[in-house]
T-cell receptor, first 111, second 113 residues
């Protein structure tokens, strides 16, 4: 049973426009919701997170929105830059639980 | 510097020849895990460990072994590698109080001929 879904395997956006990456989950026990960014041949790196008590967290060009009732979160990148081209993984987490990852969305930002 | 160190970075071997990929972290993290990444399949978890002497299967454990005798080390063992284990492998660690933030190694590209 897939606990985390990212229904868009890939996304192409023009430089300067907004990128929106979506993630849906099923486990209501998740306390933290994280996004990781991965470049080819490198390990994933932490990008931004949000705890379950908030509905929005912002860090520069990156904003994560959480809708707990819908079990949905999204990552907004504004403005998108070519260096943002990478695979983005949604990774919810509950205290004391194993870590789970979504299948990832490949973002391509076109110059 | 806080880091997760994997070795080797690249490895080419032949079917059936036992190998070990090492993973070490210097952050005193309780949790460690191994993942493999294959084209179109995202990150799939192989094994994980919540603490010393505590290991459990992930999504794709077949053909792999792990051990957690010390907190800092979590080696991945392939007793009899097969070509379908050709993949990019990542080790990761975390503290459970860190809000779920995982630290990843740089990866090991394994080719089994």
């Amino acid at each position: 049973d897939q606990q985390v879904k990212q229904n868009s395997p890939s996304l192409s956006v023009q430089e300067g426009r907004i990128s929106i990456l979506n993630c849906d989950y099923t486990n209501s026990m998740f306390d933290y919701f994280l996004w990781y960014k991965k470049y080819p041949a490198e390990g994933p790196t932490f990008l931004i997170s949000i705890s379950s008590i908030k509905d929005k967290n912002e860090d520069g060009r990156f904003t994560v929105f959480l809708n707990k009732s819908a079990k949905h979160l999204s990552l907004h990148i504004v403005p998108s830059q070519p260096g943002d081209s990478a695979v983005y993984f949604c990774a919810p987490h509950g205290y004391g639980q194993n870590f789970v990852f979504g299948p990832g969305t490949r973002l391509s930002v076109l110059p | 510097e806080a880091q997760v160190t994997q070795n080797p970075r690249y490895l080419i071997t032949v079917t059936g020849k036992k190998l070990t990929v090492t993973c070490s972290q210097n952050m005193n993290h309780e949790y460690m895990s191994w993942y493999r990444q294959d084209p179109g399949l995202g990150l799939r978890q192989i094994y994980y460990s919540m603490n010393v002497e505590v290991t459990d299967k992930g999504d794709v454990p077949e053909g792999y072994k792990v051990s957690r005798k010390e907190k800092r080390n979590f080696p991945l063992i392939l007793e009899s590698p097969s070509p379908n284990q050709t993949s990019l492998y990542f080790c990761a660690s975390s503290s459970h109080i860190s809000g779920g933030k995982l630290f990843f190694g740089s990866g090991t590209q394994l080719s089994v001929l």
